[in-house]
């Protein structure tokens, strides 16, 4: 698979996890809710640890579910120091 495929997979599969949490986050207790928030967090920096995904691309997804669903909460995605430099 190219990077560039993969990396458009990574986002499309990181588009669909934040609208799945959208769709059940009233429907769950808010601790469960940001319980798969914090995992579809993990999950994003994990994806730009391993260059799935850029860290750009991941905020741009990032805030653009949030504009579409108000109820996620903010996320910023830090990369591990040994990345960052």
């Given at each position: 698979?190219?990077?560039?495929?993969?990396?458009?997979?990574?986002?499309?599969?990181?588009?669909?996890?934040?609208?799945?949490?959208?769709?059940?986050?009233?429907?769950?207790?808010?601790?469960e809710t940001?319980?798969?928030?914090?995992?579809?967090?993990?999950?994003?920096?994990?994806?730009?640890?391993?260059?799935?995904?850029?860290?750009?691309?991941a905020e741009?997804?990032?805030?653009?579910?949030?504009?579409?669903?108000?109820?996620?909460?903010?996320?910023?995605?830090?990369?591990?120091?040994?990345?960052?430099?």
């Amino acid at each position: 698979m190219k990077d560039d495929s993969r990396s458009e997979r990574t986002a499309n599969l990181l588009i669909a996890r934040l609208d799945a949490v959208a769709r059940v986050a009233g429907l769950l207790p808010n601790a469960e809710t940001e319980r798969l928030v914090e995992l579809a967090t993990v999950a994003t920096m994990r994806a730009v640890a391993l260059q799935l995904i850029e860290a750009e691309r991941a905020e741009s997804i990032w805030r653009e579910a949030h504009e579409r669903n108000p109820e996620l909460r903010r996320v910023q995605i830090e990369l591990p120091a040994r990345l960052a430099a």
